[in-house]
């Protein structure tokens, strides 16, 4: 079992006649065999992937044909967020959006109509899923990972590929390794990995990755303490950053919490939280729980 | 991007948010006759001269000084201008001052705070409002929450009259000036929104003897990702305030950021990079910068990369911490033989690559004959680094 994505995923790729776009469709392609169609407005009725692979002019069109209930999206900042809303309108459950720089406004708008459809939006700005052996979904490295019982929820691309790496290196495999995006707007965030790691009875341990700049993570520590029974070990980056290089207070006012690396470790450690310091202990620490 | 307190009140002004009257000068030739200009819009002898700079806390640095006569603005000018503020918002050393911005002086009777940002936990904008203005509104919020009203705004909705009136109330504003509050209020949200601010704050929002609602200070910050769209507000960015360094790393696609201590940092995403400088420290060296070469690193980009650490005279070595998704490891390989071939290298660099072509990138340096520290995974290349810094 995993989380949100497995081998009978059928995805699409929005954007997959484009240079990212296309590179990676054809890695998760190579990974799960899962990837089913792709979408480029007025690139439909080609095919890709070496001709295995149809395209569709709009999203609409390849769920009605293809079935498909994933879509990985790749399109260009300015174009993203109007893709993850025709995603959501064609009836796609899962939506993952790995374009960085979408405008914050754009993407408020995509969120809430992203809620509206009953979907669910991962990222954006962020690497994707992949459950190991099952289905890639995003840009993860794939050599990094192998199936196992940890899940992992974090913030950032190459903490989410350090971790997974360090988790093989002692010998433990990943459930699910999620990375949700560094974004001020994401789609998901750990509260809500946290219960579908909970829920899933092949996740035995969770690892997340966290960092300075808002409030997630304090949420995400009060809702372990009070929901999650299963052993969570946290790394908080940016321990070291400089603190008040920005304009104005209000960004700190609204959340009206502390939202340094220092304070969001305190707070997970005193909900029973596994904290390591050294962002290279994170493999050992998880050893260490699970024998 | 952040602009100047003179450009975000020409650009409230355009929004129908009353401003003093005000003139920016960014030589000191040009101070006389502003002075006389906002002396005779104003009708009144009295100006204040304003430091422009990219931080607050200006008036507690020196940076804002009330000139009663016309012999004394001068000599506030002559004063400020060139002069380096320190204030709690800028670094340690200071920010040169080269732009002033002489205003009229008001008869304050009351000063307020309102700000509007965006509230990432709920996914929507927020108004802060609080009549406790013109002072630190972080020890306000701290010391009496209860004195801080918000007003969350449901973005498929937008703003509605209730709302504003629930923070005009919050403010205390009563009677013809609740009027005008309430219009000031629903242009900052118009302007807020119509130009990808992500942060628009007022503060101090005052209330003058005559009963007038008017924005003494205000500070903008907008949407990097958004600018495309806002060629005006593109234009308004001023060079002069940013690090140099960091301006020329954002041009090869680099995001860097100069730190004080020893140990040169090189490292694919911002939280790989957060990381690695956190781990240095705890090996007991200094992280010299936060550089993250980004998803598209090429040997390109690699090269500028070196020359910006390498000019910081305080780097005595240099770590490369690249676990590669999107970021080929044989491409950061080939790059760092390129700058070393054309850069003066004069410190050991300790190179750890992981992830994607990881293995045809070891084989390409040690190829290549070059003077590098090799490290497997992440401790121990922070633990040699720290080491070669200290000149062990």
């Known amino acids: 079992m995993s989380i949100l994505i497995n081998k009978d995923s059928r995805i699409i790729v929005q954007g997959i006649t484009g240079k990212e776009g296309g590179f990676h469709a054809q890695q ?45 999206i790749f399109v260009p900042p300015a174009f993203a967020a109007d893709a993850v809303k025709e995603a959501a309108a064609a009836g796609i459950a899962l939506i993952v959006c790995i374009t960085e720089h979408i405008p914050v406004r754009d993407m408020q708008n995509a969120a809430a109509f992203v809620k ?23 840009i993860m490295p794939a050599h990094v990972v192998k199936p196992g019982n940890v899940g992992i929820i974090s913030k950032s691309g190459t903490l989410t590929y350090e971790a997974a790496h360090q988790l093989c290196l002692v010998g433990l495999g990943q459930s699910t390794c999620c990375g949700i995006g560094g974004d001020p707007i994401i789609g998901t965030n750990m509260v809500e990995l946290l219960d579908l790691f909970q829920a899933d009875p092949d996740t035995d341990a969770i690892v997340m990755i966290g960092e300075i700049g808002g409030s997630m993570e304090i949420e995400a520590a009060y809702h372990i303490r009070d929901n999650i029974t299963k052993p969570v070990v946290s790394f908080i980056a940016g321990a070291t950053a400089p603190a008040g290089r920005r304009m104005g207070h209000a960004g700190a006012i609204v959340s009206g919490a502390d939202e340094s690396a220092a304070a969001k470790m305190a707070i997970l450690k005193k909900c029973g939280v596994v904290v390591s310091e050294n962002p290279a202990g994170i493999g050992e620490a998880v050893k260490t729980i699970l024998g | 991007m952040k ?105 304050i009777d ?48 937008g703003l509605h009259g209730f709302q504003v009136a ?13 009027r005008q509050a309430s219009r000031l209020i629903t242009n900052l949200y118009k302007c807020y929104e119509e130009t990808d601010a992500s942060i628009a704050e007022i503060n101090p929002l005052v209330l003058t003897k005559d009963g007038e609602v008017l924005a003494l200070d205000a500070k903008f910050n907008f949407d990097d990702s958004a600018l495309f769209r806002h060629k005006d507000i593109a234009e308004l960015r ?15 696609h680099l995001s860097f950021v100069n730190l004080d201590g020893n140990v040169g940092c090189m490292v694919n995403g911002a939280g790989l990079a957060m990381a690695t400088m956190d781990i240095i420290k705890l090996k007991g060296g200094e992280p010299a910068n936060f550089l993250d070469v980004g998803g598209s690193a090429n040997p390109e980009t690699v090269k500028a990369a070196f020359k910006i650490i390498l000019r910081d005279p305080k780097v005595k070595a240099i770590l490369i911490n690249i676990f590669g998704g999107i970021v080929r490891c044989d491409r950061i390989a080939n790059g760092v033989i390129d700058a070393l071939a054309e850069l003066d290298l004069n410190v050991p660099v300790v190179v750890r690559l992981q992830g994607t072509n990881a293995e045809e990138a070891k084989e390409i340096l040690a190829k290549a004959d070059v003077d590098l520290i090799a490290a497997t995974d992440l401790d121990e290349a922070a633990s040699k680094v720290v080491n070669a810094a200290q000149g062990n």
């Open chain 2, 3 to 107: 602009i100047h307190e003179y450009q975000a009140k020409g650009l409230m002004k355009k929004y129908g948010i009353p401003v003093e009257i005000g003139v920016a000068v960014s030589d000191l030739s040009e101070a006389a006759s502003a002075i006389a200009k906002v002396q005779e819009l104003s009708k009144s002898q009295a100006v204040v001269v304003k430091a422009q700079i990219h931080a607050g806390g200006r008036g507690k640095g020196g940076g804002v000084k009330y000139s009663p006569t016309t012999e004394e603005a001068l000599e506030n000018c002559n004063k400020i201008m060139g002069m380096t503020l320190i204030t709690p918002q800028t670094t340690a050393e200071g920010q040169l001052v080269k732009k002033l911005f002489i205003t009229q002086a008001i008869d």
């Open chain 1, 116 to 138: 509206e459809c009953g979907a669910r939006l991962i990222g954006p700005n962020c690497p994707g899923l992949l459950t190991p052996g099952e289905a890639k979904v995003g």
């Open chain 2, 110 to 157: 009351k000063e307020f705070y309102l700000a509007i940002t965006l509230d990432r936990a709920t996914n929507s904008p927020v108004i802060i409002a609080s009549a406790e203005g013109g002072v630190e509104i972080e020890e306000v919020a701290e010391k009496s929450p209860e004195k801080i009203f918000k007003q969350p705004i449901d973005i498929r909705f």
């Open chain 2, 166 to 178: 629930n923070v005009v109330k919050a403010l205390g504003i009563t009677g013809a000036s609740a």
């Open chain 2, 238 to 252: 001023d060079l002069d305030e940013e690090d140099p360094d960091e301006v020329e790393a954002a041009q090869h």
């Open chain 1, 28 to 72: 998760c392609y190579d990974y799960g065999k899962n990837i089913v169609g792709g979408v480029t407005p007025g690139k439909g009725g080609s095919t890709v992937l070496e001709a295995k692979v149809p395209v569709f002019d709009t999203c609409k069109e390849a769920v009605d044909t293809l079935g498909a209930n994933v879509s990985l």
